[in-house]
C-alpha cells in the first residue's frame, strides 16, 4: 500500500506539471471492497483461471473473507481533444490477511507485496483532416460480450461505427530455427455499429492465428483450458462471425426490450492433446445464440435471459464443437461465473462449462423501492450442452448434462451519490451433472452450493 500511495503522489505531480503541456487532465477510481460473507463450498470458488474438477466435498469448506480491489486512472489531453493518454493501475483481489508479494497477494500484517498491475496504458489520437481516430497500447478490447470482452494489447482504428483493429495475445521471440511469427497469438478484429432511433445493431468479424514455436505436442484440459488465451503455443486458425445489437419497443404498458447475440466459429487446432488422450488435428465449429426480452413497468424491470453455447458431444472425435471465448468475464450467474461481488474468486468467467458448453436460463425481477434503493430477484436453470462424461467411484459410467436450479437475489443502497452498499445471495439446488465435480462421486449430486457477497465500492 505504501507503494501505491507514492506512485498516487507520483501520478498527481504528473498531473499538475502536465498542465502546461495538455489543457485537461483528469484522475478517477473505482474503489471497491467486498466480501464473501458466507460460502458452504470455498473451494468451488478457489480458482482464479476457470473450473476443474474435485471443488465440492460432502463435508463442505465453509469460509468468509474480506478483501479490496481498487482501480485508479489518469487521463491527460489537448484542449480540442485531439490527442489523449491514459494510464491505469490496479490493485486487485487482495484478502486481509493473505500475506506474500505478486498479484492478489499482500495483505498481511504491514501488507508490504508488490502487488500493482497496469490495467490500461495507451495513447488516443485523431488523425488530421478525418473523422477518425486511433488508440495503441494496453486498452479494452470490446468485440463481443460473449467472445472478447477485455484488455489486450493492440492497435485500433475508429471512424463512426467502423472499428478495425489487430490485437496480440501473445507474443515470441522468433530465432534462427524459427519461422516469422512462430509462437505469436494475432488477432484481426473488424467489427461495425448503426444505430437507429430505438433499434442497435453490430456486425463483427474476427481472425485470430498461432504458429506453432516447436514440433512438442501441447496438451489441453476440456474443461480447465478451454479458452482461447489458455491455448497451448501450437498451430492454431479461427474464424469468428456474429451480429449483435438490440431494440426497445414503448408500449401501453411499459417499455418493452429485445437484445440479441448470434456467434459461429470456424478453424482448426494441430498437434494437440486433450485430456492426455493421443495427439490430433481438430477442427473447430461451434457457436452461441443468446437473447434477452424483457419490459420495464414503472420501477419494475422484468426480463428472461437464454442462450445455448454450443458443446462437444465425442471428446473421442477430431471435431472440437464446443463453443470458445478469448477472454470475457460474465455475471448471469452467482454461482457459477462472477456474479458474486468477490468476482476474482469463481468457477468460471466463461459462458460455458470447458468443451461442454451451456444452455442457460434465467428470469430476473428488478424493483427500484426508493430512490436509493433495488432489490431483485431471480431463477436459473442450467445444464450443460453436451453431457459430462465420467465413470464414479462405483466404476459405473455417468453421462449427466443438468447442473441444478439456481435461486439469486440481491439488495443495493445508494449511500452516496458515488458510492454504493450492495448484498447478495445465490443457493444452487445441484442437480446429477454436479456430481462430476465432487470429490465423492457416488452417481448422483450431493452438495448444494450457497454463496453470499457484500460490496461498499465508491467510484469518481
Known amino acids: 500500500m505504501k507503494k501505491l500511495l507514492v506512485l498516487l503522489i507520483a501520478l498527481s505531480f504528473v498531473g499538475l506539471a502536465g498542465s502546461a503541456l495538455a489543457a ?60 489523449k493518454g491514459v494510464y491505469a493501475i490496479e490493485i486487485g483481489a487482495v484478502r486481509f490477511g493473505r500475506s506474500g508479494s505478486g498479484k492478489s497477494q499482500g495483505g498481511g500484517f504491514s501488507g508490504d507485496g508488490v502487488n500493482i498491475e497496469t490495467r490500461w496504458a495507451y495513447t488516443d489520437f485523431a488523425i488530421p483532416h478525418t473523422q477518425g481516430r486511433v488508440k495503441i497500447g494496453l486498452l479494452p478490447v ?28 501473445s507474443e515470441n521471440v522468433t530465432t534462427d530455427e524459427q519461422d516469422w511469427g512462430d509462437g505469436d497469438l494475432d488477432a484481426l478484429i473488424a467489427r461495425y455499429d448503426h444505430k437507429m432511433d430505438n433499434l442497435k445493431l ?35 486458425d479461427m474464424i469468428a462471425l456474429g451480429i449483435d445489437g438490440g431494440i426497445s419497443i414503448p408500449t401501453g404498458f411499459g417499455n418493452a426490450f429485445v437484445d ?54 465425442d471428446d473421442a472425435d477430431s471435431d472440437l464443437e464446443g463453443f470458445l471465448a478469448v477472454d470475457v468475464d460474465r455475471f448471469e450467474s452467482i454461482i457459477f461465473q462472477e456474479g458474486g461481488y468477490t468476482d476474482d474468486s ?24 426508493t430512490e436509493k434503493m433495488t432489490v431483485g430477484a431471480a431463477i436459473l436453470y442450467l445444464l450443460t450442452a453436451e453431457d459430462l462424461e465420467y465413470v464414479d467411484d462405483n466404476a459405473n459410467a455417468q453421462a449427466e448434462d443438468s447442473l441444478g436450479t439456481e435461486l439469486d437475489a440481491y439488495v443495493s443502497y445508494q449511500l452516496f451519490e458515488n458510492c454504493e452498499v ?16 465432487e470429490v465423492e462421486r457416488d452417481g448422483s449430486a450431493d452438495n448444494d452450493i450457497f454463496r453470499s457477497t457484500a460490496r461498499v465500492r465508491y467510484k469518481f
Open 24 to 83: 485537461k487532465f483528469e484522475f478517477h477510481g473505482d474503489l471497491n471492497n467486498r466480501f464473501m460473507v458466507y460460502t458452504n463450498q470455498a473451494q468451488w470458488f478457489s480458482t482464479l483461471d476457470g473450473a476443474k474438477e474435485d471443488l465440492t466435498s460432502d463435508d463442505g469448506s465453509d469460509d468468509s473473507w474480506g478483501e479490496i480491489k481498487y482501480r485508479l486512472w489518469a487521463e491527460a489531453a489537448t484542449d480540442d481533444d485531439r490527442i
Open 142 to 169: 470490446g468485440v463481443n460480450g460473449y467472445f472478447w470482452n477485455e484488455t489486450a494489447m493492440g492497435v485500433f482504428y475508429k471512424q463512426g461505427g467502423l472499428n478495425l483493429g489487430w490485437a496480440r495475445g
Open 202 to 236: 453490430g456486425f463483427f468479424g474476427t481472425y485470430l492465428t498461432q504458429s506453432a514455436d516447436n514440433d512438442t505436442a501441447g496438451n489441453l484440459d476440456s474443461i480447465l483450458d478451454y479458452e482461447i488465451k489458455k491455448f497451448p503455443t501450437e498451430d492454431f
Open 260 to 313: 440479441w447475440d448470434a456467434i459461429y466459429e470456424n478453424g482448426s487446432l494441430d498437434n494437440v492433446s486433450i485430456d492426455g488422450g493421443p495427439t490430433e488435428d481438430y477442427d473447430i465449429s461451434a457457436y452461441l445464440l443468446h437473447v434477452d426480452a424483457g419490459v420495464n413497468i414503472g420501477r419494475v424491470r422484468l426480463s428472461l435471459t437464454s442462450y445455448y453455447a454450443s458443446g462437444d458431444d
Open 346 to 369: 469463481y468457477f468460471t468467467e466463461r459462458p460455458y462449462i470447458g468443451n461442454k458448453g451451456l444452455f442457460l436460463n434465467k428470469l430476473s425481477l428488478d424493483y427500484k423501492a
Open 422 to 437: 450492495a448484498l447478495n445471495m445465490g443457493y444452487l439446488f445441484a442437480d446429477d451433472a454436479m456430481d462430476f465435480f
